[in-house]
Protein backbone atom coordinates (compact mmCIF):
# COMPACT_ATOMS: atom_id res chain seq x y z
CA UNK A 1 0.00 0.00 0.00
CA UNK A 2 1.72 3.67 -0.84
CA UNK A 3 1.08 5.60 1.90
CA UNK A 4 -0.39 9.51 1.46
CA UNK A 5 3.36 11.16 1.52
CA UNK A 6 1.88 13.67 3.80
CA UNK A 7 0.45 11.26 6.29
CA UNK A 8 3.67 9.06 6.08
CA UNK A 9 5.16 10.50 9.04
CA UNK A 10 2.58 9.17 11.73
CA UNK A 11 4.05 7.21 14.66
CA UNK A 12 3.63 3.17 14.18
CA UNK A 13 3.21 1.22 17.11
CA UNK A 14 5.94 -1.00 18.03
CA UNK A 15 5.02 -4.59 16.93
CA UNK A 16 4.72 -6.14 20.20
CA UNK A 17 2.17 -3.32 20.45
CA UNK A 18 -1.68 -3.81 21.29
CA UNK A 19 -4.24 -1.31 22.92
CA UNK A 20 -4.44 -3.45 25.73
CA UNK A 21 -0.14 -3.92 26.26
CA UNK A 22 -0.60 -1.82 29.24
CA UNK A 23 -2.81 -4.21 31.40
CA UNK A 24 -0.82 -6.02 34.21
CA UNK A 25 2.25 -3.66 34.04
CA UNK A 26 2.81 -1.90 36.71
CA UNK A 27 0.39 1.18 37.41
CA UNK A 28 0.08 4.21 39.72
CA UNK A 29 -2.73 6.57 40.74
CA UNK A 30 -5.74 4.79 39.49
CA UNK A 31 -9.01 4.67 41.16
CA UNK A 32 -10.15 1.32 43.34
CA UNK A 33 -13.31 0.67 41.37
CA UNK A 34 -15.71 -1.53 43.33
CA UNK A 35 -17.24 -2.83 40.19
CA UNK A 36 -14.46 -4.02 37.86
CA UNK A 37 -17.18 -5.63 35.83
CA UNK A 38 -19.06 -1.96 35.53
CA UNK A 39 -16.17 -0.68 33.84
CA UNK A 40 -15.51 -3.45 31.73
CA UNK A 41 -19.16 -2.87 30.26
CA UNK A 42 -18.67 0.92 30.32
CA UNK A 43 -15.23 0.55 28.01
CA UNK A 44 -17.40 -2.08 25.96
CA UNK A 45 -19.65 0.66 25.31
CA UNK A 46 -17.38 3.55 24.64
CA UNK A 47 -15.30 0.95 22.22
CA UNK A 48 -18.65 1.30 20.12
CA UNK A 49 -19.43 5.39 20.33
CA UNK A 50 -17.79 7.06 17.44
CA UNK A 51 -14.33 9.40 17.28
CA UNK A 52 -14.51 12.34 19.29
CA UNK A 53 -11.72 13.76 17.11
CA UNK A 54 -10.20 12.43 13.55
CA UNK A 55 -7.23 10.71 12.56
CA UNK A 56 -6.78 14.03 9.97
CA UNK A 57 -7.13 16.12 12.40
CA UNK A 58 -4.42 14.67 14.89
CA UNK A 59 -1.81 14.07 12.20
CA UNK A 60 -2.34 18.03 11.54
CA UNK A 61 -1.21 18.94 14.76
CA UNK A 62 1.63 16.61 14.90
CA UNK A 63 2.64 18.50 11.43
CA UNK A 64 1.99 22.02 13.37
CA UNK A 65 4.02 20.78 16.18
CA UNK A 66 6.38 20.15 13.96
CA UNK A 67 7.22 23.45 12.92
CA UNK A 68 6.92 24.53 16.47
CA UNK A 69 9.66 22.28 17.07
CA UNK A 70 11.64 23.64 14.35
CA UNK A 71 11.20 27.22 15.68
CA UNK A 72 8.64 28.07 12.88
CA UNK A 73 5.31 28.51 15.71
CA UNK A 74 4.45 28.78 19.28
CA UNK A 75 2.68 26.26 21.43
CA UNK A 76 -0.37 27.91 23.55
CA UNK A 77 -1.70 25.31 25.49
CA UNK A 78 -4.15 26.46 27.86
CA UNK A 79 -7.46 25.62 30.16
CA UNK A 80 -8.74 24.17 33.21
CA UNK A 81 -6.43 22.04 35.45
CA UNK A 82 -9.31 19.92 36.09
CA UNK A 83 -13.07 20.15 34.04
CA UNK A 84 -15.91 19.77 35.43
CA UNK A 85 -19.26 18.33 33.96
CA UNK A 86 -21.06 20.99 35.34
CA UNK A 87 -18.98 23.55 33.55
CA UNK A 88 -19.62 22.19 30.35
CA UNK A 89 -22.34 24.47 29.28
CA UNK A 90 -22.31 26.90 26.21
CA UNK A 91 -21.51 29.53 28.40
CA UNK A 92 -18.81 27.63 29.93
CA UNK A 93 -17.42 26.73 27.11
CA UNK A 94 -17.07 29.78 25.46
CA UNK A 95 -15.60 31.78 28.02
CA UNK A 96 -12.45 28.88 28.04
CA UNK A 97 -12.23 29.95 24.59
CA UNK A 98 -12.38 33.25 24.57
CA UNK A 99 -9.21 33.90 26.82
CA UNK A 100 -7.63 31.26 24.56
CA UNK A 101 -7.90 33.58 21.71
CA UNK A 102 -7.06 36.46 23.23
CA UNK A 103 -4.04 35.07 24.71
CA UNK A 104 -3.28 33.77 21.00
CA UNK A 105 -3.62 36.60 19.21
CA UNK A 106 -1.41 38.56 21.81
CA UNK A 107 1.34 36.09 21.14
CA UNK A 108 0.92 36.05 17.58
CA UNK A 109 0.86 40.07 17.03
CA UNK A 110 3.23 40.06 19.69
CA UNK A 111 5.93 37.96 18.26
CA UNK A 112 4.94 37.46 14.65
CA UNK A 113 4.79 34.02 14.73
CA UNK A 114 1.96 31.59 14.42
CA UNK A 115 0.43 30.26 17.09
CA UNK A 116 -0.47 26.06 17.37
CA UNK A 117 -3.77 26.53 19.72
CA UNK A 118 -4.48 23.41 21.73
CA UNK A 119 -7.06 23.59 25.14
CA UNK A 120 -6.75 21.52 28.30
CA UNK A 121 -10.42 21.01 27.35
CA UNK A 122 -12.72 18.37 25.92
CA UNK A 123 -11.85 15.82 28.26
CA UNK A 124 -10.21 17.37 31.02
CA UNK A 125 -11.80 15.27 33.91
CA UNK A 126 -8.81 12.55 35.73
CA UNK A 127 -6.61 13.80 38.31
CA UNK A 128 -3.46 12.44 39.62
CA UNK A 129 -3.64 13.60 43.40
CA UNK A 130 -0.79 13.55 46.02
CA UNK A 131 -2.21 11.12 48.28
CA UNK A 132 -5.07 8.43 48.15
CA UNK A 133 -7.17 10.17 50.74
CA UNK A 134 -7.87 13.02 52.58
CA UNK A 135 -9.24 13.94 55.85
CA UNK A 136 -12.57 16.58 55.95
CA UNK A 137 -13.56 17.58 59.59
CA UNK A 138 -11.69 14.61 61.06
CA UNK A 139 -13.04 11.85 58.85
CA UNK A 140 -10.83 10.52 56.41
CA UNK A 141 -12.02 10.28 52.43
CA UNK A 142 -10.73 8.96 49.50
CA UNK A 143 -9.53 11.81 47.64
CA UNK A 144 -11.45 13.49 44.64
CA UNK A 145 -10.09 11.89 41.55
CA UNK A 146 -12.09 13.98 39.11
CA UNK A 147 -15.40 14.06 37.35
CA UNK A 148 -14.40 11.17 35.69
CA UNK A 149 -13.70 8.80 38.97
CA UNK A 150 -16.31 10.52 41.76
CA UNK A 151 -17.31 13.18 43.08
CA UNK A 152 -16.24 16.14 44.75
CA UNK A 153 -18.20 16.34 47.36
CA UNK A 154 -16.70 14.98 50.95
CA UNK A 155 -18.97 12.77 52.02
CA UNK A 156 -18.14 8.46 51.77
CA UNK A 157 -21.06 8.27 48.97
CA UNK A 158 -19.29 10.53 46.46
CA UNK A 159 -16.30 9.67 46.81
CA UNK A 160 -16.92 6.06 45.76
CA UNK A 161 -15.33 5.72 42.04
CA UNK A 162 -18.36 5.01 39.72
CA UNK A 163 -17.73 3.56 36.43
CA UNK A 164 -20.81 5.41 35.07
CA UNK A 165 -18.50 8.47 35.49
CA UNK A 166 -16.14 7.21 32.10
CA UNK A 167 -19.63 6.61 29.95
CA UNK A 168 -20.90 10.70 31.20
CA UNK A 169 -16.93 11.73 30.27
CA UNK A 170 -17.13 10.73 27.00
CA UNK A 171 -21.01 12.36 26.24
CA UNK A 172 -19.57 15.49 28.38
CA UNK A 173 -16.39 15.95 26.21
CA UNK A 174 -18.52 15.10 22.80
CA UNK A 175 -20.93 18.14 24.04
CA UNK A 176 -17.72 20.14 24.29
CA UNK A 177 -16.23 19.67 21.49
CA UNK A 178 -19.92 20.32 19.76
CA UNK A 179 -19.59 23.79 20.82
CA UNK A 180 -16.01 23.98 20.22
CA UNK A 181 -16.28 23.57 16.86
CA UNK A 182 -19.38 25.79 16.42
CA UNK A 183 -17.40 28.37 18.38
CA UNK A 184 -14.14 28.42 15.96
CA UNK A 185 -15.76 27.96 13.11
CA UNK A 186 -18.46 30.73 13.30
CA UNK A 187 -18.60 34.51 13.84
CA UNK A 188 -16.88 33.95 17.78
CA UNK A 189 -13.68 33.36 16.57
CA UNK A 190 -13.66 35.53 13.51
CA UNK A 191 -10.59 38.48 14.08
CA UNK A 192 -13.27 41.38 13.59
CA UNK A 193 -14.57 40.17 17.28
CA UNK A 194 -11.70 40.58 18.65
CA UNK A 195 -12.52 43.66 20.90
CA UNK A 196 -15.39 41.26 21.60
CA UNK A 197 -13.47 38.66 23.63
CA UNK A 198 -12.39 41.07 26.40
CA UNK A 199 -15.03 40.82 28.88
CA UNK A 200 -16.60 43.42 30.52
CA UNK A 201 -14.71 42.79 34.42
CA UNK A 202 -11.05 42.53 32.86
CA UNK A 203 -11.47 45.55 30.47
CA UNK A 204 -11.51 47.58 33.86
CA UNK A 205 -8.15 45.83 34.80
CA UNK A 206 -4.85 47.28 33.25
CA UNK A 207 -4.01 44.32 31.03
CA UNK A 208 -7.93 44.61 29.70
CA UNK A 209 -6.53 48.35 28.93
CA UNK A 210 -3.67 46.82 27.15
CA UNK A 211 -5.69 44.31 25.34
CA UNK A 212 -8.10 47.39 24.22
CA UNK A 213 -5.03 48.47 22.71
CA UNK A 214 -3.78 45.84 21.02
CA UNK A 215 -6.93 45.26 19.88
CA UNK A 216 -7.32 48.32 18.47
CA UNK A 217 -3.85 47.71 16.37
CA UNK A 218 -5.11 44.69 15.02
CA UNK A 219 -8.36 46.10 13.44
CA UNK A 220 -7.01 49.58 11.99
CA UNK A 221 -4.07 46.45 10.73
CA UNK A 222 -7.13 44.67 9.20
CA UNK A 223 -8.50 47.94 7.76
CA UNK A 224 -5.16 49.08 6.35
CA UNK A 225 -4.99 45.43 4.09
CA UNK A 226 -8.23 45.84 2.57
CA UNK A 227 -7.58 49.58 2.09
CA UNK A 228 -5.13 47.82 0.30
CA UNK A 229 -6.95 45.88 -1.70
CA UNK A 230 -6.41 42.43 -0.02
CA UNK A 231 -9.74 40.42 0.23
CA UNK A 232 -9.56 40.19 4.37
CA UNK A 233 -13.31 39.20 4.00
CA UNK A 234 -12.43 35.88 1.71
CA UNK A 235 -9.73 34.80 3.86
CA UNK A 236 -10.58 32.25 6.12
CA UNK A 237 -7.87 32.14 8.37
CA UNK A 238 -9.01 35.79 10.12
CA UNK A 239 -12.37 34.30 10.06
CA UNK A 240 -12.13 30.67 11.95
CA UNK A 241 -9.68 29.17 14.27
CA UNK A 242 -8.26 25.54 15.01
CA UNK A 243 -8.19 24.55 18.72
CA UNK A 244 -6.73 21.46 19.01
CA UNK A 245 -7.91 19.35 22.23
CA UNK A 246 -5.64 17.40 25.00
CA UNK A 247 -5.98 15.91 28.91
CA UNK A 248 -3.82 14.14 30.78
CA UNK A 249 -4.32 10.12 29.58
CA UNK A 250 -4.65 9.15 33.27
CA UNK A 251 -6.83 6.43 32.64
CA UNK A 252 -5.65 3.74 29.78
CA UNK A 253 -9.09 1.98 30.34
CA UNK A 254 -10.90 4.42 29.08
CA UNK A 255 -8.44 5.67 26.61
CA UNK A 256 -7.74 2.30 25.32
CA UNK A 257 -12.04 2.44 24.84
CA UNK A 258 -11.45 5.32 21.97
CA UNK A 259 -8.23 3.67 20.51
CA UNK A 260 -9.36 3.16 16.66
CA UNK A 261 -7.04 1.68 13.56
CA UNK A 262 -6.75 3.73 11.08
CA UNK A 263 -6.17 1.98 7.49
CA UNK A 264 -5.01 4.97 5.63
CA UNK A 265 -1.83 5.91 7.92
CA UNK A 266 -1.69 2.05 9.20
CA UNK A 267 -1.78 3.57 13.08
CA UNK A 268 -3.91 3.36 15.73
CA UNK A 269 -5.09 6.78 17.33
CA UNK A 270 -6.34 7.43 20.39
CA UNK A 271 -9.17 9.36 19.29
CA UNK A 272 -10.45 10.69 23.21
CA UNK A 273 -8.45 14.13 22.25
CA UNK A 274 -5.83 15.79 19.67
CA UNK A 275 -3.23 15.71 21.85
CA UNK A 276 -2.58 13.43 25.21
CA UNK A 277 0.12 13.74 28.60
CA UNK A 278 1.60 11.57 30.59
CA UNK A 279 2.01 13.12 33.77
CA UNK A 280 4.50 13.78 35.97
CA UNK A 281 3.34 11.55 38.75
CA UNK A 282 2.95 8.46 35.80
CA UNK A 283 5.88 8.47 33.70
CA UNK A 284 7.27 5.40 34.41
CA UNK A 285 9.25 3.86 31.56
CA UNK A 286 8.30 0.22 32.80
CA UNK A 287 4.52 1.63 33.75
CA UNK A 288 1.30 1.07 32.04
CA UNK A 289 0.82 4.34 30.93
CA UNK A 290 4.18 5.04 29.13
CA UNK A 291 3.28 1.66 27.73
CA UNK A 292 -0.29 2.87 25.95
CA UNK A 293 1.01 6.11 24.65
CA UNK A 294 4.10 4.38 22.93
CA UNK A 295 1.51 2.88 20.54
CA UNK A 296 -0.99 5.76 19.44
CA UNK A 297 -0.19 8.10 16.71
CA UNK A 298 -1.38 11.41 18.96
CA UNK A 299 1.47 13.83 19.80
CA UNK A 300 2.59 13.07 23.29
CA UNK A 301 2.88 15.21 26.19
CA UNK A 302 5.24 14.49 28.82
CA UNK A 303 5.31 16.20 31.97
CA UNK A 304 9.23 16.82 33.01
CA UNK A 305 9.49 17.58 36.85
CA UNK A 306 12.08 17.92 38.55
CA UNK A 307 12.95 14.29 39.78
CA UNK A 308 13.34 13.80 35.85
CA UNK A 309 17.26 12.70 35.18
CA UNK A 310 18.69 12.90 32.03
CA UNK A 311 18.71 9.16 31.51
CA UNK A 312 15.07 8.71 32.38
CA UNK A 313 14.25 11.39 29.87
CA UNK A 314 16.24 9.83 26.96
CA UNK A 315 15.17 6.42 27.60
CA UNK A 316 11.46 8.13 27.69
CA UNK A 317 12.22 10.04 24.02
CA UNK A 318 13.67 7.01 23.16
CA UNK A 319 10.35 4.49 23.49
CA UNK A 320 7.60 7.06 23.05
CA UNK A 321 9.27 8.50 19.67
CA UNK A 322 11.90 5.45 18.47
CA UNK A 323 11.53 6.66 14.70
CA UNK A 324 11.98 10.69 15.53
CA UNK A 325 8.92 11.52 14.23
CA UNK A 326 8.83 15.36 14.10
CA UNK A 327 6.18 16.72 16.04
CA UNK A 328 5.60 13.55 17.73
CA UNK A 329 6.85 14.74 21.22
CA UNK A 330 6.24 17.81 23.52
CA UNK A 331 8.33 17.83 26.17
CA UNK A 332 6.67 19.87 29.36
CA UNK A 333 9.13 21.11 31.80
CA UNK A 334 7.53 21.92 35.16
CA UNK A 335 10.19 22.54 37.01
CA UNK A 336 9.50 25.29 39.37
CA UNK A 337 10.74 29.42 39.23
CA UNK A 338 13.55 28.54 41.53
CA UNK A 339 15.29 25.13 40.39
CA UNK A 340 14.16 25.82 36.25
CA UNK A 341 17.88 27.53 35.94
CA UNK A 342 19.75 24.48 37.39
CA UNK A 343 17.62 21.86 35.87
CA UNK A 344 16.42 22.64 32.39
CA UNK A 345 20.09 23.05 31.02
CA UNK A 346 21.18 19.64 31.34
CA UNK A 347 17.92 18.30 30.20
CA UNK A 348 18.09 20.10 27.31
CA UNK A 349 21.27 19.01 26.63
CA UNK A 350 20.62 15.48 26.93
CA UNK A 351 17.28 15.52 24.69
CA UNK A 352 19.56 17.36 22.27
CA UNK A 353 22.13 14.58 22.16
CA UNK A 354 19.65 12.15 21.74
CA UNK A 355 19.01 13.91 17.99
CA UNK A 356 14.82 13.84 18.77
CA UNK A 357 13.26 17.19 18.22
CA UNK A 358 10.51 17.64 20.93
CA UNK A 359 8.59 20.86 21.22
CA UNK A 360 10.04 22.11 24.83
CA UNK A 361 7.26 23.32 26.76
CA UNK A 362 7.60 25.34 30.06
CA UNK A 363 4.47 24.55 32.35
CA UNK A 364 4.75 27.29 34.94
CA UNK A 365 1.71 26.08 37.11
CA UNK A 366 3.15 23.01 38.58
CA UNK A 367 6.10 23.48 40.17
CA UNK A 368 4.99 26.94 41.61
CA UNK A 369 2.16 25.52 44.33
CA UNK A 370 2.09 26.09 47.45
CA UNK A 371 -0.28 26.67 50.45
CA UNK A 372 -0.78 30.65 51.66
CA UNK A 373 -0.96 31.35 54.75
CA UNK A 374 -5.24 31.89 54.47
CA UNK A 375 -5.18 28.03 53.88
CA UNK A 376 -5.67 27.96 50.04
CA UNK A 377 -3.56 26.33 47.85
CA UNK A 378 -2.22 28.82 45.34
CA UNK A 379 0.13 30.06 43.34
CA UNK A 380 2.18 33.97 42.33
CA UNK A 381 1.86 35.35 39.01
CA UNK A 382 5.52 37.05 39.86
CA UNK A 383 7.12 32.48 40.21
CA UNK A 384 4.95 31.83 36.94
CA UNK A 385 6.48 34.89 35.29
CA UNK A 386 9.94 33.92 36.66
CA UNK A 387 10.03 30.29 35.67
CA UNK A 388 8.88 31.42 31.93
CA UNK A 389 12.03 33.88 31.70
CA UNK A 390 13.93 30.91 33.29
CA UNK A 391 12.96 28.46 30.67
CA UNK A 392 13.82 31.02 27.87
CA UNK A 393 16.69 31.97 29.09
CA UNK A 394 17.98 28.10 29.42
CA UNK A 395 17.30 27.71 26.07
CA UNK A 396 18.81 30.96 24.71
CA UNK A 397 21.66 29.76 26.56
CA UNK A 398 21.85 26.19 24.92
CA UNK A 399 20.22 27.18 21.33
CA UNK A 400 17.33 24.96 21.81
CA UNK A 401 13.93 26.50 20.31
CA UNK A 402 11.43 27.46 23.30
CA UNK A 403 8.56 26.06 21.87
CA UNK A 404 5.45 26.90 24.31
CA UNK A 405 3.56 27.37 27.44
CA UNK A 406 1.08 24.84 29.13
CA UNK A 407 -1.03 26.98 31.37
CA UNK A 408 -3.73 26.40 33.94
CA UNK A 409 -6.33 29.32 33.43
CA UNK A 410 -9.80 30.51 33.00
CA UNK A 411 -11.69 32.85 31.27
CA UNK A 412 -13.73 33.89 34.77
CA UNK A 413 -12.91 36.06 37.58
CA UNK A 414 -11.42 34.10 40.15
CA UNK A 415 -9.37 34.40 43.08
CA UNK A 416 -7.29 31.63 42.86
CA UNK A 417 -3.40 33.05 41.89
CA UNK A 418 -1.65 36.08 44.17
CA UNK A 419 -0.41 38.97 42.22
CA UNK A 420 -1.22 40.84 38.87
CA UNK A 421 -1.77 44.19 38.07
CA UNK A 422 -4.93 44.24 39.95
CA UNK A 423 -3.26 42.38 42.86
CA UNK A 424 -4.86 39.53 44.02
CA UNK A 425 -3.82 39.24 48.29
CA UNK A 426 -3.96 36.19 50.35
CA UNK A 427 -7.16 37.71 52.00
CA UNK A 428 -8.87 38.12 48.60
CA UNK A 429 -7.98 33.82 47.63
CA UNK A 430 -11.71 32.91 49.96
CA UNK A 431 -13.78 35.74 47.39
CA UNK A 432 -13.78 33.46 44.35
CA UNK A 433 -11.34 30.13 44.79
CA UNK A 434 -13.59 28.43 42.68
CA UNK A 435 -11.24 25.53 41.26
CA UNK A 436 -12.35 21.87 41.42
CA UNK A 437 -8.22 21.38 41.66
CA UNK A 438 -5.05 23.50 41.52
CA UNK A 439 -5.47 27.51 41.42
CA UNK A 440 -6.05 29.09 37.70
CA UNK A 441 -4.62 32.25 36.39
CA UNK A 442 -8.21 34.83 35.82
CA UNK A 443 -8.36 36.15 32.45
CA UNK A 444 -6.67 39.78 33.92
CA UNK A 445 -3.46 37.39 35.14
CA UNK A 446 -3.22 35.51 31.48
CA UNK A 447 -3.85 39.02 29.56
CA UNK A 448 -0.71 40.02 31.81
CA UNK A 449 1.09 37.33 31.47
CA UNK A 450 0.86 36.46 27.64
CA UNK A 451 1.98 40.54 27.07
CA UNK A 452 4.90 38.75 29.10
CA UNK A 453 5.56 36.01 26.88
CA UNK A 454 5.01 38.11 23.65
CA UNK A 455 8.15 40.05 24.61
CA UNK A 456 9.96 37.27 26.07
CA UNK A 457 9.74 35.33 22.30
CA UNK A 458 10.11 39.06 20.48
CA UNK A 459 13.28 38.98 22.31
CA UNK A 460 14.52 35.65 21.55
CA UNK A 461 13.74 35.80 17.66
CA UNK A 462 15.03 39.40 17.38
C1 LIG B 1 -1.63 18.82 35.62
O1 LIG B 1 -1.15 19.21 34.54
O2 LIG B 1 -2.76 19.14 36.02
C2 LIG B 1 -0.77 17.97 36.50
C3 LIG B 1 -1.28 17.24 37.46
O3 LIG B 1 0.52 18.11 36.22
P1 LIG B 1 1.81 17.28 36.69
O4 LIG B 1 1.63 15.88 36.21
O5 LIG B 1 2.91 18.01 35.97
O6 LIG B 1 1.90 17.42 38.19
CO1 LIG C 1 -3.08 21.11 37.68
Redesign the pocket.
Known sequence: MTLVPELAAAHRAPVDWQPGSWRGLPIHQQPDWPDPLAVRAVADELALQPPLVLPAEITSLQRQLASVASGQSFLLQAGD?AETFRSCTEQGVRSKLRVILQLAILLTYGSGLPVVKVGRIGGQFA??RSKPTEVVDGVELPVFRGDIVNSPEPTPEARVPDADRMRRAYHHASATLNVLRALTQGGFADLDQVHAWNQEFVLASPAGRHYEAAADAITWALRFMSACGVDTGGMQALHQVQLFTSH?ALLPEYEQSLTRFDQATGSWFDTSAHLLWI???TRQLDGAHVEFLSGVANPIGL?V?PSTTADDLRALCDRLDPDFVPGRLVLIA?LGAERVGDLLPPLLRAVRSTGHSPVWAC?PM?GNTFVSQSGYKTRRLSDITAEIAGFFSAHRAEGVHPGGVHL?LTGDDVTECLGGADEVLDTHLGTRYETAC?PRLNASQSIELAFQIAQLLREHHA
Do not use: L, M
Request: contains cysteine; proline residues 7%; glycine residues 14%.
Open positions: CKPEGDRKGRDHED
